[in-house]
């Protein structure tokens, strides 16, 4: 759904995708980038295969219970007759930055072992980056992978560590704002109605989406994730943020993945994250649904 926002947004040109594990095995998401791209209308875009697993663990997520085996809601959507492009997805991100410093931003919506591999790679691209954008964290609100750690960063934070360090220009999107963007049987109902691929894509995935949201969390409707870090790059002015210090808590501890930001500086650390903490919920499905669902309101 990420990847039909960008495709119905001129100011963002995608130069490239690159996959990760998460909600499911990369081979999955390397499937699923290409044919989603190629749904979209966006078949000239490349992907590149990363991780397969955290830099210092076993994966034990539960990606296939929220999403399904084939990560898209079991649709068996057909397959692209495109392969990835050769190259590992840290290497690339590397070559992309040092090749043209200061051109691109990095938008993360999955798991951070990509950038936290390419920042051990070269860790200059710190300095050449535009902006990093992820979806990520939860600092006010509680997880939605442990009690306080959110999926993404649950799913690899020795990685997530490594990207919160790093010294770039770094935006958090996380569940203090993704959770009040909401999508109910209604509203998707109103953007599917005009019937185009990328809306006939978004019918056929979200059910099981809604569903495992209404069997495992009681709710009527799903958080907007990682189409609302596109909305940042769109409309940063949507979001209320404050820039804060924030630590992710690492190792073996029952905490791990928690993202701990210094609201008090407590800890006297330099405050350099630019953390979104609200978010004008209503105009940024509008403009989802202006632009995907051809749907103006």
Same mark, same amino acid.
């Given at each position: 759904?990420?990847?039909?926002?960008? $495709?119905?947004?001129?100011?963002?040109?995608? !130069?490239?995708?690159?996959?990760?594990?998460?909600? %499911?095995?990369?081979?999955?998401?390397?499937?699923?980038?290409?044919?989603?791209?190629? =749904?979209?209308?966006?078949?000239?875009?490349?992907?590149?295969?990363?991780? @397969?697993?955290?830099?210092?663990?076993?994966?034990?997520?539960?990606?296939?219970?929220?999403?399904?085996?084939?990560?898209? %809601?079991?649709?068996?959507?057909? $397959?692209?007759?495109?392969?990835?492009?050769? +190259?590992?997805?840290? /290497?690339? =991100?590397?070559?992309? =930055?040092?090749?043209?410093?200061?051109?691109?931003?990095?938008?993360?919506?999955?798991?951070?072992?990509?950038?936290?591999?390419?920042?051990?790679?070269?860790?200059?691209? #710190?300095?050449?980056?535009?902006?990093?954008?992820?979806?990520?964290? $939860?600092?006010?609100?509680?997880?939605?992978?442990?009690?306080?750690?959110?999926? /993404?960063?649950? @799913?690899?934070?020795?990685?997530? +560590?490594?990207?919160?360090?790093? /010294? &770039? /220009?770094?935006?958090?999107?996380?569940?203090?704002?993704?959770?009040?963007?909401?999508?109910?049987?209604?509203?998707?109902?109103?953007?599917?109605?005009?019937?185009?691929? #990328?809306?006939?894509?978004?019918?056929?995935?979200?059910?099981?989406?809604?569903?495992? !949201?209404?069997?495992?969390?009681?709710?009527?409707?799903?958080?907007?994730?990682?189409?609302? #870090?596109? $909305?940042?790059?769109?409309e940063p002015s949507l979001f209320s943020t404050q820039t804060?210090?924030?630590?992710?808590?690492?190792?073996?501890?029952?905490?791990?993945?928690?993202?701990?930001?210094?609201?008090?500086? !407590? &800890?006297?650390?330099?405050?350099?994250? @630019?953390?979104?903490?609200?978010?004008?919920? +209503?105009?940024?499905?509008? =403009?989802?649904?202006?632009?995907?669902?051809?749907?103006?309101?």
């Amino acid at each position: 759904m990420a990847i039909a926002l960008i $495709a119905n947004s001129p100011e963002i040109e995608l !130069h490239s995708v690159t996959t990760v594990f998460g909600n %499911g095995p990369v081979s999955v998401s390397t499937a699923n980038a290409l044919r989603v791209l190629d =749904i979209v209308g966006m078949e000239h875009v490349d992907v590149y295969e990363g991780a @397969n697993k955290p830099l210092l663990r076993e994966y034990h997520g539960e990606g296939a219970k929220v999403h399904g085996s084939d990560g898209l %809601g079991e649709t068996a959507l057909p $397959a692209s007759p495109r392969s990835a492009a050769s +190259g590992y997805a840290a /290497n690339h =991100i590397v070559n992309s =930055i040092m090749d043209e410093p200061g051109r691109f931003t990095l938008v993360a919506i999955g798991p951070l072992t990509n950038l936290a591999t390419a920042l051990c790679i070269e860790p200059r691209i #710190a300095d050449n980056v535009r902006e990093v954008v992820i979806m990520g964290g $939860a600092v006010g609100v509680a997880g939605n992978a442990s009690p306080v750690a959110e999926a /993404n960063i649950h @799913n690899d934070p020795e990685a997530a +560590g490594l990207v919160f360090g790093a /010294n &770039w /220009n770094l935006t958090v999107v996380g569940l203090d704002v993704t959770q009040q963007v909401l999508m109910d049987p209604a509203y998707l109902d109103d953007l599917t109605e005009v019937k185009t691929p #990328a809306t006939s894509m978004i019918a056929a995935i979200t059910p099981f989406y809604l569903d495992f !949201h209404s069997t495992y969390r009681g709710e009527s409707a799903f958080p907007v994730h990682d189409s609302s #870090a596109i $909305a940042y790059l769109i409309e940063p002015s949507l979001f209320s943020t404050q820039t804060l210090y924030v630590h992710v808590v690492a190792g073996g501890h029952p905490c791990s993945g928690q993202t701990v930001a210094d609201r008090r500086n !407590h &800890w006297g650390k330099e405050a350099k994250t @630019n953390v979104c903490l609200n978010v004008d919920a +209503g105009r940024l499905l509008s =403009i989802y649904r202006e632009r995907v669902g051809g749907r103006k309101t």
